[in-house]
C-alpha cells in the first residue's frame, strides 16, 4: 500500500472494483490476482479503507439514484393495486399499510429536517 494520502496503485483502485462486485474477500483477491492475505493487508490501512469507504459511499448513492428514478412507478403500482376492485383483500390492505407508512415517514423526515436548519441556524 501507497501509504495514507498518496494515491492509490492500478491494483489497488482494481481490488476496490472487486470488493464492490465480488461476495467475498477472497473471490476479489482473485479476481485482482493478488493474494486474500494481501488484500487484508490493504483493507488494514488507513488510506485503502477511506478509500474503500467512498466507493462504498458512492455505489450507494447510484443505487439511490435508480431507486428514486422508479419511484414513481413503485407508487403507482400501489394505486393501481388499491383502486383495483378485483385484487385480493390482503394485498388492497398491504399496498394501503405501505402508502400510510411511507406517508408518515415523509413527514417524519421533513419535520426532521427542519428541525435541524433550525438549530444549524443558531
Known amino acids: 500500500m501507497n501509504g495514507h494520502g498518496e494515491k492509490l496503485s492500478r491494483k489497488e483502485e482494481q481490488a476496490l472494483a472487486a ?15 493478488v493474494s486474500e492475505s494481501t488484500l487484508w493487508r490493504w483493507l488494514k490501512d488507513e488510506g485503502f479503507q477511506s478509500s474503500y469507504r ?7 448513492s447510484q443505487a439511490v439514484a435508480r431507486l428514486q428514478s422508479i419511484a414513481t ?5 400501489l394505486r393501481g393495486v388499491i383502486s383495483d376492485t378485483a ?8 399496498a394501503a399499510k405501505i ?3 411511507m406517508a408518515v ?3 417524519e423526515v421533513e419535520d ?11
Open 73 to 77: 412507478e413503485a407508487v403507482d403500482a
Open 54 to 60: 467512498d466507493a462504498r459511499r458512492e455505489a450507494v
Open 19 to 33: 470488493l464492490l462486485t465480488n461476495p467475498t474477500i477472497g473471490e476479489a483477491a482473485k479476481v485482482v490476482g
Open 112 to 122: 426532521l429536517e427542519m428541525r435541524l436548519r433550525k438549530l444549524e441556524a443558531k
Open 99 to 101: 402508502i400510510l407508512e
Open 87 to 94: 385484487a385480493p383483500a390482503p394485498a388492497r390492505v398491504s
Open 105 to 107: 415517514k415523509a413527514v
